[in-house]
């Protein structure tokens, strides 16, 4: 990662902050949980004294209004940092990052990057398949709640899943 990135970076995530990334989209309808349920999970961490680092990928802009109401406290940064293309700041965010939540998506595999514990969340798709045996990589599947609908992942059950990696 070019060091220049990460000193950009720092400069907008402090050192003395708790940061969950939240990329609530995806390229595939079947494979997007509901954004409730990511607002309840940003809600449940922000009263932990967590700030959330949203990543919008282009189909999710029209949602960054409705997420900094909600969230006036929370970042986007790729809107802080210029000079750089969305992957390197999503990749090099991740360093900054006590944890990370996605869909199956093209930001959650910006994401897979190792510095942060990713929790990919997954509908129809196979993920034994999307999902390398990495270090800091989980993946939480609508099969163990025997559906291919990524609706029927509980918030509790990604709850449970981040508590335990923190």
Same mark, same amino acid.
């Given at each position: 990662?070019? !060091? &220049? ?7 907008? *995530?402090?050192? &003395? ?12 309808? &079947? ?17 932990? &004294? ?12 029209? *949602? ?34 006590? !944890? ?10 910006? *994401? ?5 514990? *990713? ?48």
């Amino acid at each position: 990662l070019d !060091i &220049n990135l990460e000193k950009s970076i720092s400069k907008v *995530l402090k050192s &003395n902050q708790n940061y969950i990334g939240v990329a609530p989209g995806a390229g595939e309808k &079947n494979k997007i949980w509901p954004l409730e349920n990511f607002i309840k999970i940003c809600e449940h961490y922000q009263s932990q &004294n967590m700030t959330i680092v949203f990543f919008l990928g282009p189909s999710e802009i029209l *949602l960054k209004d409705k997420l900094k109401n909600l969230f006036p406290n929370s970042i986007f940064i790729e809107d802080k940092i210029n000079g750089y293309s969305n992957i390197e700041i999503v990749m090099a965010t991740s360093k900054f990052l006590k !944890i990370a939540i996605s869909n199956d998506s093209g930001v959650s595999h910006m *994401l897979s990057t190792g510095y942060c514990p *990713l929790i990919k969340l997954f509908g129809p798709k196979d993920p034994k398949k999307f999902t390398p045996d990495k270090k800091n990589l989980y993946s939480i599947s609508s099969n163990e709640f025997n559906s291919s609908d990524i609706n029927k992942i509980p918030t509790d059950r990604v709850i449970k899943e981040i508590n335990k990696l923190l």
